[in-house]
């Protein structure tokens, strides 16, 4: 029995997420239905998290096992022969027998980009929140760097989220400015769900002047009474990497 790791990027416009569900198409779904064409036999994959409805991934990790033998190429050439335009295998090797996606991943890397343009661009509509208000960016800064180390991030997630701790450590948060696009890193050893972008939210609201950073401290601290920002949507959501041992 080998287990193969994947390396996988896709555009996450057309799927309900990554993992399979009832009402519509997952990226979990299209690869296994690929998988099973080449191996001859069902399979199932384990990927190193979810992502959600409209966010992509140039960095995805996900396992399998098989006992055929097959050549690596058939797992990357093979199967981005079968994929779909908006889903491609990046890299396909052998891993260890005990390998696992999930439980051995390290950390992630999350970035969540604003287009900051004057005028909307139809290009950058489905990788990007357009944000057309101007934005205090030192204030946003200031707010990123509160964000790092280990907090209670209870009120940075939304309804639905089942983890037994909601305790997390940010190992970084910055600012990137490409042109028109500011990005927003987020590297962390572990997210509840919809957290980064809620922290994107919260982050622009304090750049709008809506949020104060005596606000944003007090919903680290778990003050009753505060909110934090607006859930930013989806397509502004990349999972960059998955980091490992």
Known sequence: MKTIRLTIEYDGTAYVGWQIQANGTAVQQVLEEALTKILGHAVRITSSGRTD?????????????????????????????????????????????????????RGKWYRYSLLTAPVRSPLAAR??????????????????EMLVGRHDFAAFRTSGCDALTTV??????????????????????????????????????????KLSLDELAGLLRGEPGLRPGRTAPPQGLCLMEVRYE
Do not use: K
Request: charged residues 30%; glycine residues 8%; negative net charge.
């Open 168 to 209: 997390r450590e940010m190992r970084s948060v910055e600012l990137v400015r490409e042109g028109e696009l500011l990005h927003i890193d987020v590297r962390g050893t572990a997210f509840l769900r919809n957290m980064v972008r809620i922290m994107a939210g919260t982050l622009v609201e304090i750049g709008w002047g």
């Open 127 to 144: 990788f990007s929140w357009y944000v057309p208000r101007p934005l205090d960016e030192e204030r946003m800064r200031q707010g990123a």
């Open 53 to 105: 409805a409209g966010v992509h991934a140039r960095g995805m990790v996900a396992h399998f096992r098989t006992e055929r033998e097959l050549p690596m190429s058939a797992y990357r050439e093979g199967l981005n022969c079968l994929l779909p335009a908006d889903i491609a295998v990046r890299t396909a090797v052998e891993a260890a027998d005990d390998f696992h996606a999930r439980f051995d991943a």
